[in-house]
């Protein structure tokens, strides 16, 4: 028996997967034997606690699995110490606050606003709840030229005079190489536990396109559906680093992920990201690594010429962050990203370090590489993509977000943002320019295969 409601969703996300160009960076195609694995008899076991530590019987061909998956973690990362349990990236992140913190300690990490993530001490997560966050910014001025955009001096203020237990590094807006080192002195001059999230860059980690944190923190931890390319799950990994200040802290981060969060793991998901970890090893990979670094630079080349300003001067890795105001207003981030949908270009609206609208109408957009280059593209492609952009951003210079919203429900009628963006996608809709672009993008995606 077919459910067909269900069939026909999953070959509708297919054809717009086909007939589109992913740019979003933290999304990447996963190779057909990593979602073949996802799909295996795996599915079907329960598996808590951890390998020849198990409370089911059954689970001999679970435990020679979780073993490869860690070695294979451990060697690709040059750690002594990995955890693939986790669920995704989030819960590898609280889990790594269970085993370094107690509710209520201080911790450090980027401001969601300024790029980094939630789970770095944002109010509304757990993280924020449950443990107090100082968080640190970007800098604000210069941030259009290529240079460090991290106020060291600032964020060393902050760590001597609040003492934090944890300090986060790491980034999911961030176009510019990491300086793992300088983070390292200020968490070593606090005596704190220095964690990098790795989740957007760990392909290019392993792939050697970025630098490793490995030698400076104490904690890695990484999605493995960026661009690792595996399904989505999570790790986390202790350095030596991180064994030297505390021999118990593996031990400590198995215990939070379980029995401190989570029940039994997915074994087909470990399945799946021991089959990542083993296509991240290949000499291919490292190709792959390069080619994003390069496609992100031609494209930014690209939208710089066009005339846009983006954060950074560029991208140094598989990201690109461009602040929209000064073409299309404060809080634009929306135009763009509605209508670079309607051609077949996914990406999302972002908040810029010198923002001058709200996270809910941000003035910028983020894009990456990592999706597009395992299809295959390469430079010509980036110079293409990056021409719509600048084609389809030329067709909304007339629209601009009302300036705030009208103060009653009766008085917005008609004139509030919610009204004027939904008047912008009708017209959007009927344009016919953009539905010529569509056919470009789909002809262009058509060309390059998804696996
Ligand atoms: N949602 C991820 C991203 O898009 O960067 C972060 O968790």
Not at 85 to 110: F, H, I
Not at 193 to 206: E, K, P, S, T
Not at 273 to 279: D, K
Not at 364 to 382: F, H, I, N, Q, Y
């Amino acid at each position: 028996m077919k459910d067909i409601k269900i069939y026909n969703l999953v070959r509708k996300e297919e054809k717009r997967q086909k007939e589109g160009i992913e740019l979003i960076p933290s999304e990447n195609y996963a190779s057909s034997e990593v979602r073949k694995v996802l799909s295996s008899y795996f599915v079907n076991k329960y598996s808590e606690g951890y390998p020849k530590k198990r409370y089911y019987g059954g689970n001999e061909n679970v435990d020679e699995l979780e073993i490869l998956c860690q070695e294979r973690a451990k060697k690709l990362f040059g750690v002594p110490f990995a955890n693939v349990q986790p669920y995704s990236g989030s819960p590898a992140n609280l889990a790594v606050y269970l085993a370094t913190c107690k509710p209520g300690d201080v911790v450090m990490g980027q401001a969601l606003i300024a790029g980094g993530h939630l789970t770095h001490g944002h109010s509304v997560s757990a993280t924020g709840i449950f443990y107090k966050p100082f968080q640190y910014s970007l800098k604000k001025d210069n941030v259009y030229k290529n240079n460090d955009l991290f106020d060291y001096a600032e964020i060393r203020r902050l760590a001597k005079e609040h003492k934090p237990k944890l300090i986060w590094v790491g980034a999911t807006a961030y176009p510019l190489k990491f300086n793992y080192k300088k983070f390292a002195e200020i968490a070593d001059e606090v005596g704190a536990y220095l964690a990098a999230d790795i989740a957007h860059v760990a392909g290019l980690i392993a792939g050697g396109a970025h630098p490793s944190p490995v030698p400076y923190v104490h904690i890695v931890t990484t999605t493995t559906h960026k661009t690792l390319r595996g399904p989505r799950g999570a790790m986390i990994m202790v350095t030596n680093k991180g064994l030297k200040k505390d021999p118990e802290l593996g031990d400590k981060v198995n215990k939070a992920v379980f029995p401190g969060l989570q029940g039994g793991p997915h074994d087909n998901t470990t399945a799946g990201i021991s089959v990542a970890l083993f296509e991240a090893s290949q000499p291919s990979f490292k190709k792959y690594a390069a080619q994003i670094v390069k496609n992100s630079v031609v494209l930014s080349k690209t939208l710089t010429d066009g005339g846009l300003k983006l954060v950074g001067g560029g991208s140094e890795n598989h990201l690109l962050l461009v602040n929209l105001a000064s073409v299309l207003g404060d809080g634009s981030g929306v135009f763009a990203q509605k209508a670079l949908d309607l051609v077949g270009l996914t990406l999302n609206k972002n908040t810029v370090p010198d923002e001058m609208s709200s996270p809910f109408y941000p003035s910028g957009v983020r894009l990456g590489t990592p999706a597009s280059t395992s299809r295959g593209m390469k430079e010509k492609e980036m110079k293409f993509i990056g021409g719509v952009i600048l084609e389809v951003i030329d067709l909304l210079k007339a629209y601009r977000l009302p300036e705030k919203e009208p103060a009653s429900a009766k008085a917005s009628a008609g004139k509030g943002r919610k009204d004027y963006i939904a008047k912008f996608e009708k017209e959007m809709m009927a344009n016919k320019k953009l539905k010529e672009i569509r056919l470009r993008v789909k002809k262009l995606a058509l060309r390059f295969p998804i696996p």
